[in-house]
């Protein structure tokens, strides 16, 4: 696993103007002793050092990237842990054609007269420009 934002932050912060070897002589020492700081925390997801900057100290993971992966297997745990509900039946379709028909009847309103030329002019404009009602310019250059 690749170390997340907050853990190379916070390895850049702490190993700044320092060579290889003295890095590495730190990061095993880090290894075998922990860090006595209370800020300074292992991340949940790619196990790396990192500095919790959270007011109330309660971060699990370093950085956005390592919460995504956290939260995913949580999701994905949650999701294996629910138990799986029965299918409900699916509802009788009816095919009684006549009752269908009065049910939509019911809610169909006719046009109003007055609004036909409007209604025809749209139909026009769409089937000639899909709809726009500016057409499109074309320059010629
Ligand atoms: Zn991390």
Redesign the pocket.
């Known amino acids: 696993?690749e170390?997340?934002?907050?853990?190379v932050e916070f390895m850049r912060e702490i190993t700044e103007g320092m060579t290889l070897e003295e890095v590495r002589e730190l990061y095993r020492h880090m290894m075998r002793i922990p860090p006595d700081d209370a800020k300074v925390k292992r991340?949940?997801?790619?196990?790396?050092y990192?500095r919790d900057k959270t007011r109330p100290g309660n971060a699990k993971?370093?950085?956005p990237?390592?919460k995504t992966?956290r939260k995913t297997e949580q999701k994905a745990d949650q999701r294996a842990r629910k138990p799986v509900e029965p299918k409900k039946p699916k509802k009788e379709r009816r095919y009684d054609e006549a009752a269908w028909l009065a049910g939509i009847w019911r809610h169909e309103v006719p046009f109003d007269p007055g609004k036909l030329p409007y209604i025809q002019a749209a139909r026009e404009r769409y089937s000639r420009m899909g709809g726009r009602k500016k057409p499109i310019r074309k320059v010629d250059y």
Do not use: L
């Open positions: 696993m170390p997340g934002e907050g853990a991340c949940a997801t790619c196990n790396y990192f993971v370093c950085g990237s390592c992966v």
